[in-house]
T-cell receptor
Framework: GAVVSQHPSWVICKSGTSVKIECRSL??????MFWYRQFPKQSLMLMAT?????????EQGVEKDKFLINHASLTLSTLTVTSAHPEDSSFYIC???????????????FGPGTRLTVL | GQNIDQPTEMTATEGAIVQINCTYQ??????LFWYQQHAGEAPTFLSY??LDGLEEKGRFSSFLSRSKGYSYLLLKELQMKDSASYLC??????????WGAGTKLIIKP
């Protein structure tokens, strides 16, 4: 199966600072990457979808100026939480679909997630 | 609107069988996924159904009826490690993935 890594696994930061989360596809080309947020005991909430080389498409209610997404290559997407506040504390998860050789993946492969705590 | 329904929580006994149902109403259909998510971890892929019928993969099986907008995930020979949330997700006609809220499965000894 395809592998997606995410870094860092957890981060604690002060209110007002910015945090960057990286999502990498290790053994396939991620043509599309997704960023999710999940609060405790709640379902996944899609924040945005990004295609390599294009601007991300944000879901309704997600501030694009606050959650900056860059998908500059077929193996890397980044999410930057700018001027983070305590209410941004959550579990952020990326996933990806794409191709590897002649294989095309329909399913989303998830990274392990990043737990963000803003003090 | 688009909607996916699955039970909030289920309880089963170790060694038994459990069936988790999922019904959906979406604008179009291009496949249905089941994912497993342990607490504090990201989801992991279990199955993908796009045609009617049963797909078996070890202890886990997934069934789809497109005409009924219905799927189920069947878990056999339950183990304690199967305690997790099980997420049903449907790809609609725009290739958007619509997620259910998940079913928390509790396994008791």
């Amino acid at each position: 199966g395809a592998v997606v890594s995410q870094h860092p696994s957890w981060v604690i930061c002060k209110s007002g600072t910015s945090v960057k989360i990286e999502c990498r596809s290790l053994d396939f080309q991620a043509t599309t990457m997704f960023w999710y947020r999940q609060f405790p005991k709640q379902s996944l909430m899609l924040m945005a979808t990004s295609n390599e080389g294009s601007k991300a498409t944000y879901e309704q209610g997600v501030e694009k100026d606050k959650f900056l997404i860059n998908h500059a290559s077929l193996t890397l997407s980044t999410l930057t939480v700018t001027s983070a506040h305590p209410e941004d504390s959550s579990f952020y998860i990326c996933s990806a679909t794409g191709t590897s050789g002649s294989n095309s993946y329909n399913e989303q492969f998830f990274g392990p997630g990043t737990r963000l705590t803003v003090l | 609107g688009q909607n996916i329904d699955q039970p909030t929580e289920m309880t089963a006994t170790e060694g038994a069988i459990v069936q988790i149902n999922c019904t959906y109403q979406t604008s179009g259909f291009n496949g249905l996924f089941w994912y497993q998510q342990h607490a504090g971890e990201a989801p992991t892929f279990l199955s993908y159904n796009v045609l009617d019928g049963l797909e078996e993969k070890g202890r886990f099986s997934s069934f789809l009826s497109r005409s009924k907008g219905y799927s189920y995930l069947l878990l056999k020979e339950l183990q304690m490690k199967d305690s997790a949330s099980y997420l049903c997700a449907v790809i609609d006609s725009n290739y958007q993935l619509i997620w259910g809220a998940g079913t928390k499965l509790i396994i008791k000894p």
